[in-house]
């Protein structure tokens, strides 16, 4: 069969045949998740610190790039909640130019990442990790729209989590009540209208009802308009982003997190999609498309993009199937925004921060984190510092530190379970029939487990146990699935030990990954290979040759 891991899906679809059923599907789910998704570019975009119409841009950009290259049949792609937070602090510091920068090198990382091979690995990032800074992420957007969901009269929003609360509390005698009616009426159609129909999105008849009423009543509230005067009616012709060679190296980071939530977002949509239709997403080709999206957006002003699950989900359940909703929803995206974007200035900020306030909510997980505080104490420990860094320091920190230290916990219980014991008699271990006959002389020592750098200080714990130097040293490693360069360099010590001691190594059941690596380390070599055999029993059979014969005789 032939190798289809960096063909994009479209090209199955077509080769398959794509008809005009499949097409009218395409286009009604396409047109209903690119009305969705247009209130949702906009938000998103004013709430990473850029112009509104940067997000549309986005959507549309990165809508059709995603979906030409896509991994996935039905993957919807645009800007999304989960980079408001790194978006908001590389502008606030860096100025676009510096975002620009920061998404073409992430766009790079992920064509890497893609052409590696990388798409099954992104996947391993911890359960805790993605909870904790979801979580987190879902509790700094819902903070950054209480101003506006409140109508506070606020000179400057401080930087940090803790100050901004503060601060809010300090204003809270400003509510603007026109606009806190406005942002609780648009959270409230939002939940109450899948109840009447789920054709019609709720985000949208939420701004069309909060919108006429702020314009009929003239409500003092404040718009799109307001804030950031009219939103540009046309499409921003292609042009080289400016690329500060001096900003590279300050945003290395900030540029892994977007490769690295891109990734990791796209891939969980996938997975998701996969569930839902039965079809099977590449990963790996999933990643070029995130990349190549995110290389284009900066030629066009845009923010950075990945994969939304929830506009995903809704392509799905209106009927479509195939990277052509996706094409289809960009391009409605591109009409509404030419046509209608003047319009869309009359938007309060306030029904903008109640469509936030509620994609926080669902972004939170809070049911998942709740259950996750009954795992292990080392899990909840990774769950709740990757939470509280995204919070209180950055985001960057916080997925750094969460990964590191859940690698760290998986080595500490991988060196856990691996054992070493010292077989002293028949019994040992309940398999007396193994080392029945061990002849005096003969000392055998098992290694039960992955035989790392985490379990070599148990190892050489262990090991000087011994009453008394053997004359032959047996070591079992027949449930050895795997050893590293640190295990290999304290096995090396042992058998240095053992030959300035006069003792006689040998080495039992091995696998052939184990071998190899004791081959290219040359300690085969060194040992004989006449003493690397396949079970214990010949083990025992070769050590009782060395201690009967001229081998194990005193020179």
């Given at each position: 069969?032939?190798?289809?891991?960096?063909?994009?899906?479209?090209?199955?679809?077509?080769?398959?045949?794509?008809?005009?059923?499949?097409?009218?599907?395409?286009?009604?789910?396409?047109?209903?998740?690119?009305?969705?998704?247009?209130?949702?570019?906009?938000?998103?975009?004013?709430?990473?610190?850029?112009?509104?119409?940067q997000g549309l841009i986005t959507a549309f950009v990165a809508g059709v790039a995603i979906s030409v290259f896509s991994g996935s049949r039905v993957q919807i792609g645009g800007p999304t909640g989960a980079f408001i937070i790194i978006v908001f602090n590389i502008v606030q510091q860096y100025g676009y130019d510096g975002l620009a920068t920061a998404t073409l090198m992430a766009g790079i990382l992920l064509v890497a990442m893609g052409a590696m091979r990388l798409g099954d690995i992104i996947k391993y990032i911890p359960y805790p990790v993605t909870v904790g800074f979801t979580s987190g992420i879902a509790l700094v957007i819902f903070t950054t729209q209480v101003p506006d969901f409140l109508g506070l009269r606020l000179e400057a929003v401080p930087e940090h989590f803790t100050d901004k609360w503060l601060t809010y509390a300090?204003?809270?005698?400003?509510?603007?009540?026109?606009?806190?009616?406005?942002?609780?009426?648009?959270?409230?159609?939002?939940?109450?209208?899948?109840?009447?129909?789920?054709?019609?999105?709720?985000?949208?008849?939420?701004?069309?009802?909060?919108?006429?009423?702020?314009?009929?009543?003239?409500?003092?509230?404040?718009?799109?308009?307001?804030?950031?005067?009219?939103?540009?009616?046309?499409?921003?012709?292609?042009?080289?982003?400016?690329?500060?060679?001096?900003?590279?190296?300050?945003?290395?980071?900030?540029?892994?997190?977007?490769?690295?939530?891109?990734?990791?977002?796209?891939?969980?949509?996938?997975?998701?999609?996969?569930?839902?239709?039965?079809?099977?997403?590449?990963?790996?080709?999933?990643?070029?498309?995130?990349?190549?999206?995110?290389?284009?957006?900066?030629?066009?002003?845009?923010?950075?993009?990945?994969?939304?699950?929830?506009?995903?989900?809704?392509?799905?359940?209106?009927?479509?199937?195939?990277?052509?909703?996706?094409?289809?929803?960009?391009?409605?995206?591109?009409?509404?925004?030419?046509?209608?974007?003047?319009?869309?200035?009359?938007?309060?900020?306030?029904?903008?921060?109640?469509?936030?306030?509620?994609?926080?909510?669902?972004?939170?997980?809070?049911?998942?984190?709740?259950?996750?505080?009954?795992?292990?104490?080392?899990?909840?420990?990774?769950?709740?510092?990757?939470?509280?860094?995204?919070?209180?320091?950055?985001?960057?920190?916080?997925?750094?530190?969460?990964?590191?230290?859940?690698?760290?916990?998986?080595?500490?219980?991988?060196?856990?379970?691996?054992?070493?014991?010292?077989?002293?008699?028949?019994?040992?271990?309940?398999?007396?029939?193994?080392?029945?006959?061990?002849?005096?002389?003969?000392?055998?020592?098992?290694?039960?487990?992955?035989?790392?750098?985490?379990?070599?200080?148990?190892?050489?714990?262990?090991?000087?146990?011994?009453?008394?130097?053997?004359?032959?040293?047996?070591?079992?490693?027949?449930?050895?699935?795997?050893?590293?360069?640190?295990?290999?360099?304290?096995?090396?010590?042992?058998?240095?030990?053992?030959?300035?001691?006069?003792?006689?190594?040998?080495?039992?059941?091995?696998?052939?990954?184990?071998?190899?690596?004791?081959?290219?380390?040359?300690?085969?070599?060194?040992?004989?290979?006449?003493?690397?055999?396949?079970?214990?029993?010949?083990?025992?059979?070769?050590?009782?040759?060395?201690?009967?014969?001229?081998?194990?005789?005193?020179?």
């Open positions: 069969m032939k190798n289809r891991t960096f063909e994009p899906k479209i090209i199955s679809v077509l080769r398959e045949g794509y008809g005009l059923a499949p097409f009218l599907n395409d286009l009604i789910a396409g047109l209903i998740v690119g009305i969705v998704a247009l209130p949702l570019s906009i938000a998103f975009a004013i709430a990473s610190g850029v112009r509104p119409e300090h204003h809270l005698p400003t509510v603007n009540f026109a606009a806190l009616l406005l942002a609780l009426l648009t959270v409230l159609i939002i939940i109450v209208w899948p109840r009447i129909t789920k054709r019609i999105p709720g985000t949208m008849v939420a701004i069309v009802i909060t919108t006429a009423l702020a314009h009929i009543f003239h409500l003092p509230v404040e718009t799109i308009t307001s804030r950031f005067g009219e939103i540009a009616g046309h499409f921003p012709a292609p042009h080289l982003p400016k690329i500060s060679l001096g900003l590279v190296s300050h945003l290395a980071s900030p540029a892994l997190t977007i490769a690295l939530l891109a990734g990791i977002e796209s891939l969980l949509s996938a997975v998701v999609a996969d569930g839902m239709i039965g079809t099977r997403h590449r990963s790996n080709m999933e990643l070029i498309a995130q990349g190549i999206a995110n290389i284009l957006v900066p030629f066009f002003q845009g923010i950075p993009a990945t994969g939304a699950i929830a506009r995903t989900a809704t392509n799905i359940k209106n009927g479509g199937r195939t990277p052509f909703a996706g094409i289809i929803h960009a391009i409605a995206i591109l009409a509404l925004f030419l046509f209608c974007g003047k319009w869309a200035g009359l938007i309060p900020m306030a029904t903008l921060a109640g469509i936030l306030v509620v994609v926080a909510y669902n972004m939170s997980e809070w049911r998942h984190f709740r259950k996750l505080l009954k795992s292990p104490r080392g899990d909840v420990l990774v769950l709740l510092l990757t939470f509280g860094l995204t919070v209180l320091v950055d985001l960057t920190v916080a997925i750094e530190v969460g990964v590191v230290l859940a690698a760290f916990l998986f080595m500490h219980r991988m060196a856990e379970i691996t054992h070493f014991d010292i077989v002293e008699d028949d019994g040992k271990n309940g398999r007396p029939h193994e080392y029945a006959g061990i002849p005096e002389g003969v000392e055998i020592f098992e290694i039960n487990g992955p035989f790392f750098f985490g379990a070599a200080d148990k190892f050489r714990d262990t090991i000087t146990s011994f009453k008394k130097k053997p004359k032959v040293l047996i070591l079992r490693m027949s449930a050895v699935p795997a050893i590293d360069a640190t295990a290999m360099t304290s096995l090396e010590r042992l058998i240095d030990a053992c030959e300035a001691d006069g003792t006689k190594t040998i080495i039992a059941g091995v696998n052939r990954r184990v071998f190899r690596t004791l081959r290219h380390t040359g300690l085969t070599e060194r040992i004989g290979t006449e003493n690397i055999l396949p079970d214990v029993q010949l083990a025992l059979a070769r050590a009782i040759i060395i201690v009967d014969g001229p081998e194990g005789r005193p020179a």
